[in-house]
């Protein structure tokens, strides 16, 4: 069983910057994948980014060069940078994990936990 606790939202004007994190206990965290989904209102859950135990990365698309996830195993701890925001970046955001079993990192569906979310709002 994995618990996932995020952090770190707010609010922030266009252009500036937000780290989140995510606390993980389990001590085969460093084995799991990990995510970060958002999902703002009435909008589907969308893949932000995510990274593999063995540390590959992920990112959508359209957040290559201002969002970047990171962890730090000892710590179980997963970070999301967030650059040059912009008001359509305001959302939830979610962390979430699954087991080394994962392969679709993108697809929400295929993680087995989850975080409460923090919010996050931009201002233009």
């Known amino acids: 069983q994995v618990q996932l606790v995020e952090s770190g939202g707010g609010l922030v004007q266009a252009g500036g910057s937000l780290r989140l994190s995510c606390q993980a206990s389990?001590?085969?965290?460093?084995?799991?994948?990990v995510g970060w989904f958002r999902q703002a209102p009435g909008k589907e859950r969308e893949f932000v980014a995510a990274?593999?135990?063995?540390?590959?990365?992920f990112r959508a698309e359209s957040m290559k060069g201002r969002f970047t996830v990171s962890r730090d195993n000892a710590r179980n701890m997963v970070y999301l940078q967030m650059n040059n925001l912009k008001p359509e970046d305001t959302a939830i955001y979610y962390c979430?994990?699954?087991?080394?079993?994962?392969?679709?990192?993108?697809?929400?569906?295929?993680?087995?936990?989850w975080g409460q979310g923090t919010q996050v709002t931009v201002s233009s």
């Open positions: 979430a994990a699954a087991g080394p079993s994962l392969r679709n990192y993108a697809s929400h569906s295929d993680y087995d936990y």
């Open positions: 389990g001590r085969t965290f460093r084995s799991y994948g």
């Open positions: 990274m593999s135990g063995g540390g590959a990365t």
